[in-house]
């Protein structure tokens, strides 16, 4: 069974940092491509980042670029999120998605094939 489970959100204050993590179960990290994703109540998801676990390559979005790192453990298979330098605007859920296709095109509104059930991130002024 396919299984995504996120980790490591809370409350921060602004500039602070969190590390999110997303435990994979059931596939082979290579692959998939992986993404983190947000939402706030009431608003559409956001494509926050992802990564090619085969290649490396990763992705952001505008606000979170230079800010966000995203990565992967493949032989854990874990991919992580570092967020630095955080704002009250990142205050979301955070979910991790797996996709059988490119990283590249994350942002798309069917690539997910698998997500995880989500964390809060909550960063206070």
Known sequence: ???LVESGGGSVQA???LRLSCATFGFILDDY???WFRQVPGEEREGVSSIST???STYYADSVKGRFTI???NARSM???QMNTLKPEDTAVYY???SKGDAYYYTLS???DYWGQGTQVTVSS
């Open 1 to 3: 069974e396919v299984q």
């Open 15 to 17: 500039g602070g940092s």
């Open 33 to 35: 491509a992986i993404g």
């Open 54 to 56: 085969r290649d490396g």
């Open 71 to 73: 990565s992967s453990d």
């Open 79 to 81: 991919v992580y999120l």
């Open 96 to 98: 991790c998605a797996a």
């Open 110 to 112: 069917n690539w997910a």
